[in-house]
């Protein structure tokens, strides 16, 4: 007998796939490389200088810290496909976690706000027949983890640098000026958003869809009932399989967040070292770019453009100016950028129309079988 659910309805199934790879059809990768570059194109018009360029000299130091800062990028992905691997239960092996891994960060940077990253992540781990109560278990999980890594960290670097952490400027809590208010506001979003999804997940997931419901009662809101209904009955599967783990089960997949997210931001003072002749190697400046990276994060997850194309590239050097001078800061943006965005965006065209291909041909295959072993099945 066949081991496929005869109630799935494979026509929407493929239809459903097939909407997703339109979604990553190349005009979503030229629009992010377009905007970085034109970014790019208008800094250095205003702020490029050769001769800084011509100053930075090739030698083992420079090749050495260039090489940290890309072990720094395989160690982030690392960390993630080996959180994965633990949370789906060893059901998808470690090397096939790595390539999920690089299709979630190109859909999280280019798939439109109608499909999202997060819905894109649901396609692919339940074609790994990881099964749909883990897969939105995972998800809903992983997004909390990374959530909640902001959400810890920034007040934690607050209280040990202060409001220089935020610009170089900010000195005192008076010296604080629009940019320190700006932070705050998505800070309290972020936190809102956050403290509400745990307490779904790990409290009360009922009352959690209760509320969503209720505020879909408002007369802006009641075109998202339905969504808010599906997302409420994830979050209770979810929150029931987590409710038989133990305690210890979370400990792995926080610190792998943290070693994910840790590298990732690591990779700029790196960056810095390898590049900058006079940079400070004492623990307080480099734990200040650290925390600086925090911050301009932040405000990167509310940029308007895929994956903060052109945003990140301009405003990186106003975070970490008294570092680097101007005209360093559009190199190591530039490279910086590469690492940590646009290296996806290439490998996940490379990785996901094969992938996405291979579903349908699957999904196809599932359907003919499903059809012949029930003629009566429409």
């Known amino acids: 007998m066949s081991d496929q659910d005869p109630n799935i309805d494979y ?3 493929e239809e459903r796939t097939r909407s997703i790879l ?20 208008f800094m250095f ?8 360029l011509k100053a930075i000299q090739w030698n083992p130091h420079t090749m050495i810290w260039l090489f940290l800062a890309v072990l720094m990028l395989v160690a982030r992905d690392t960390a993630y496909a080996f959180r994965l691997h633990y949370l789906a239960g060893d059901k998808i092996s470690f090397w096939r976690c790595v390539k999920l891994i690089i299709i ?17 992540a649901v396609v692919f781990l339940s074609n790994e027949k990881l099964g749909t109560p883990r897969t939105l278990a995972t998800i809903i999980y992983t997004v909390i983890l990374d959530k ?9 670097f607050f209280l040990i640098i202060g409001p220089n952490v935020i610009q ?29 999804f745990a307490y779904g997940l790990f409290f009360n997931p009922n009352q959690f869809k209760k509320i969503l419901v209720f505020f879909t009662k408002l007369p802006l809101l009641k075109r998202f009932r339905a969504r808010a209904e599906k997302l409420g009955d994830e979050m209770i599967t979810s929150a029931n ?17 943290w070693i994910a997210w840790a590298a990732r931001f690591i990779i ?11 940079i400070s190697f004492h623990p307080w400046d480099q734990l200040k770019i650290f925390g600086r990276q925090l911050v301009m994060f932040v405000f990167m997850m509310f940029s308007p453009t895929p994956g903060a194309a052109g945003f990140a590239e301009v405003f990186f050097g106003n975070f970490i100016g008294d570092y680097i001078p101007q005209s360093a800061a559009l190199i190591i943006a530039l490279i910086w950028r590469f690492l940590t965005y646009y290296v996806y965006l290439i490998a996940g065209a490379i990785v996901i129309p094969p992938w996405l291909a291979g579903i349908i041909k699957q999904k196809r295959e599932d359907r003919t079988r499903l059809r012949a072993e029930n003629p009566e099945q429409k």
């Open 22 to 41: 339109k979604s990553f059809r190349s005009s979503k990768i030229v629009w992010p490389i377009a905007i970085g570059l034109l970014a790019m194109i």
């Open 148 to 156: 909640f890594f902001f959400l810890i960290s920034i007040p934690i």
């Open 45 to 52: 018009s205003y702020g490029f200088d050769r001769e800084a």
């Open 268 to 278: 700029v003072n790196f960056l810095i070292i390898a590049l900058i002749d006079n």
């Open 168 to 196: 170089p400027s900010y000195t005192t809590l008076d010296s604080i000026g629009k940019v320190g208010l700006s932070l705050a506001f998505f800070y309290a979003i972020n936190l809102a958003y956050g403290l509400f």
């Open 104 to 120: 979630w960060e190109f859909s999280s940077a280019v798939a439109p706000t109608s499909i999202g990253g997060s819905a894109v």
């Open 241 to 257: 399989i987590l409710a038989q783990k133990e305690w210890q089960f979370h400990i792995r997949p926080v610190v792998l967040t």
């Open 11 to 13: 026509d929407k199934e």
